[in-house]
């Protein structure tokens, strides 16, 4: 099974910083990487596919990059609402693996 | 307006069953794959397992496999998870997942609520 392996595990930053959560792929995924946003309670949010595509609805201050095995997730002017858990999903494979998360919170 | 709701939660003893169902509506459920995906108390999401649209093609997570079982039935529109020999580490929120485009290479782009699942003694 591929496995997914992301960083940081939780992040410190405060309204309007940039930042980067890092995704790692065990083997080359053919750019088939998502990224979510989980917040306490609710469902998790689908945010971008295909690496670099980002959903419909979604605010244009989240980016997605990467190719091969090494994907990022960065999030420009961070807002209030911002501050939740982000994963990354591989969906290459037989599985659909997971990243650990990382929890972004309030600095 | 697509809905996925669980059903089937509660508390169990070790080595025991359960059966998860997940009732969709608002989209052709017989045209995309569908999977479940759990959530164990401050952890991570885990992908459990995923059904094809034709029950074709059915994965499972190492952690689950032998012991869960998912299957779907297009005139209910409805998708289970059979989950038997149960242990603690089982317990968690699962959700109903749908895949976002019909096809095996697809995020999910849809999610129940979830529903809490419990293995104690």
């Known amino acids: 099974d591929i496995q997914m392996t992301q960083s940081p595990f939780s992040l410190s930053a405060s309204v309007g910083d940039t930042v980067t959560i890092t995704c790692r792929a065990s083997q080359s995924i053919s750019g088939l990487l998502a990224w979510y946003q989980h917040k306490p309670g609710e469902a998790p949010n689908l945010l971008i596919y295909?690496?670099?595509t980002l959903e419909s609805g979604v605010p244009s201050r989240f980016r997605g990059s990467g190719s091969g095995t090494e994907f990022t997730l960065t999030i420009t002017n961070l807002q209030s609402d911002d501050f939740a858990t982000y994963y990354c999903?591989?969906?290459?494979?037989?599985?659909?693996?997971f990243g650990q998360g990382t929890k972004v919170e309030i600095k | 307006e697509v809905r996925l709701v669980e059903s089937g939660g509660g508390l169990v003893k070790p080595g025991g069953s359960l059966r998860l169902s997940c009732a969709a509506s608002g989209f052709t459920f017989s045209s995309y794959n569908m999977n479940w995906v759990r959530q164990a108390p401050g952890k991570g999401l885990e992908w459990v397992s995923s059904?094809?649209?034709?029950?074709?093609?059915?994965y499972y997570a190492e952690s689950v496999r032998g012991r869960f079982t998912i299957s779907r039935d297009h005139a209910e529109k409805s998708l289970y998870l059979q989950m038997d020999s149960l242990r603690g580490d089982d317990t968690a929120v699962y959700y109903c997942?749908?895949?976002?485009?019909?096809?095996?290479?697809?995020?999910?782009?849809?999610w129940g609520p979830g529903i809490p699942v419990t293995v104690s003694s």
């Open positions: 997942v749908k895949n976002r485009i019909a096809g095996s290479a697809a995020p999910f782009d849809y």
């Open positions: 295909r690496a670099s």
């Open positions: 999903q591989q969906y290459s494979g037989s599985s659909r693996t």
């Open positions: 059904i094809s649209s034709t029950s074709a093609f059915i």
